[in-house]
């Protein structure tokens, strides 16, 4: 394991070198936790009360304070999690990108104004922050998602309580400085720490945002539910890349090589099916072979290093545990004496009830799959627990446009990689990829606050 809780300490490693343990800290703890919450919640009366510019101002402020310190903030998260530096500096790029884009949002309508059914008067809506938004986060992606999540709460209204992953702990710990600088003082805290905290925090929170495992997430989910309080989980998925004959068979393993091999695999959107459709399978095969073969898990402090090692050793070993009763095209090792290191794979010949057609096994691992049409590969898409991406390679406009219409999937990408996210636009999945309203966008304000109707009359009847 990567992190561990002993003697109530958050405890992180380095996976390219696990003797370098990056963070040793205390544990928040239960009580602890709570009291962070009441404390949060007294600070956003006040946030709120302040006013759009000096939400607007503070957001602004902190996306320069993470803009100044990207560099830094990159080379910790290789270090703590292992993400390859170009990755990471892009990450740290988003995460300010992000900052600037709600730092705006503060501006935006918080209602709208009706006209009654009869007589005079006012109808109004208003949509108002809920108190203290808990935020339980992984550790895959140690800015991006905090921030993606923070960043629509505290543009609302809401203070924020982050409990991280114990594997991003350190990663964390320092963004949560930087975005304290530019913010009142108790609007956002961190609780590091592990089951415990996140159980207590979903317990006290006004409002849940969740991203993590499936099983993890249902918990959240009832346990927020019970409460009768908003929450969203995000859970994963298991993605397909539906690949047509007439697509072309270099440009789509191209594509679907940094899906599966990028950032070893770790993303919720990483593809770890491919689907070829008829005559693409024989040419996509060739292809995808070389392309996972020219891609080696190397230092993820190499500027060049596309797939670095895994979080753990579990990790490592659940996906060499899939390369089991199947044929392996490409990889299937691990490699390097030092690291949690494993080659990107592609495997055939899976059989049904196969662990790879029904888990996400978060790594650099694909099954290479066949259709015999574009109906058979929807429904082989579809067959699975998950639904959050689907990518599809072809060069017809009406596939693309209506042949993928029984997807049940909550994103379809056309003709590029499975991973990727606009954070201007609703991210979410079906079945158990998510639960609850949708992430980033415009939809993250609605999801953090509530809608309050207001009925204005006459205090007195006048004379006409």
Request: with cysteine; charged share 20%; hydrophobic share 45%.
């Amino acid at each position: 394991m990567t992190s561990t809780l002993v003697s109530a300490r958050v405890v992180s490693r380095n996976p390219a070198n696990p003797a370098d343990h990056v963070a040793d800290v205390p544990s928040t703890g239960t009580w602890r936790t709570v009291e962070a919450t009441d404390r949060a919640r007294d600070a956003h009366r006040a946030w709120y009360a302040s006013g759009a510019a000096a939400r607007s101002q503070a957001l602004t402020a902190a996306a320069q304070a993470v803009e100044q310190a990207g560099a830094e903030l990159a080379l910790l998260a290789v270090r703590e999690v292992g993400k390859p530096l170009a990755e990471a500096r892009a990450e740290v790029g988003r995460t300010v990108a992000i900052l600037r884009y709600y730092a705006q949002l503060p501006y935006d309508t918080t209602g709208s104004v009706h006209e009654p059914a009869a007589g005079p008067g006012l109808l109004l809506t208003r949509r108002r922050p809920y108190g203290v938004a808990g935020l339980i986060t992984p550790w895959n992606f140690p800015f991006a998602i905090p921030v993606w999540k923070a960043a629509p709460a505290l543009a609302a209204g809401n203070a924020v309580v982050l409990k991280p992953a114990p594997e991003a702990t350190a990663c964390a710990l320092r963004l949560t400085e930087l975005l304290q600088q530019a913010l009142p003082d108790g609007v956002f805290t961190l609780v590091p720490g592990g089951a415990p905290e996140g159980n207590a925090l979903t317990s006290a929170a006004d409002v849940v945002s969740f991203t993590g495992s499936t099983v993890t997430g249902g918990a959240v989910v009832r346990t927020a539910t019970a409460r009768g309080i908003p929450v969203q989980a995000e859970m994963g998925g298991l993605n397909a890349a539906l690949v047509l004959p007439d697509a072309d068979p270099r440009r789509a393993a191209a594509h679907i090589a940094a899906a599966v091999a990028g950032y070893a695999g770790q993303k919720c959107t990483a593809t770890s099916r491919v689907i070829a459709v008829g005559a693409a399978l024989g040419p996509l095969r060739e292809a995808l072979v070389d392309a996972l073969r020219a891609i080696p898990a190397a230092d993820p402090a190499d500027p060049g290093t596309v797939c670095g090692p895994v979080i753990s050793e579990r990790a490592r070993r659940a996906v060499l545990d899939a390369t089991r009763d199947v044929t392996v095209l490409a990889g299937g090792r691990s490699v390097h004496d030092e690291g949690w290191f494993v080659e990107p794979t592609l495997v055939e010949q899976v059989p049904s009830g196969h662990p790879l057609l029904r888990e996400e096994v978060f790594g650099p691992v694909a099954a290479l799959l066949h259709a015999e049409d574009l109906g058979q590969a929807v429904r082989m898409a579809n067959a699975v627990p998950h639904g959050l991406v689907t990518s599809v390679h072809t060069a017809d406009l009406d596939t693309a446009l209506y042949g993928l219409d029984a997807l049940d999937t909550g994103m379809i990408r056309i003709n590029a990689p499975s991973t990727g996210v606009d954070f201007h636009l609703p991210f979410g999945g079906t079945k158990s990829s998510s639960h609850g309203p949708r992430e980033q966008g415009r939809s993250a304000l609605d999801f953090y606050t509530s809608t309050r109707t207001y009925s204005l009359h006459r205090a007195t009847d006048s004379a006409t």
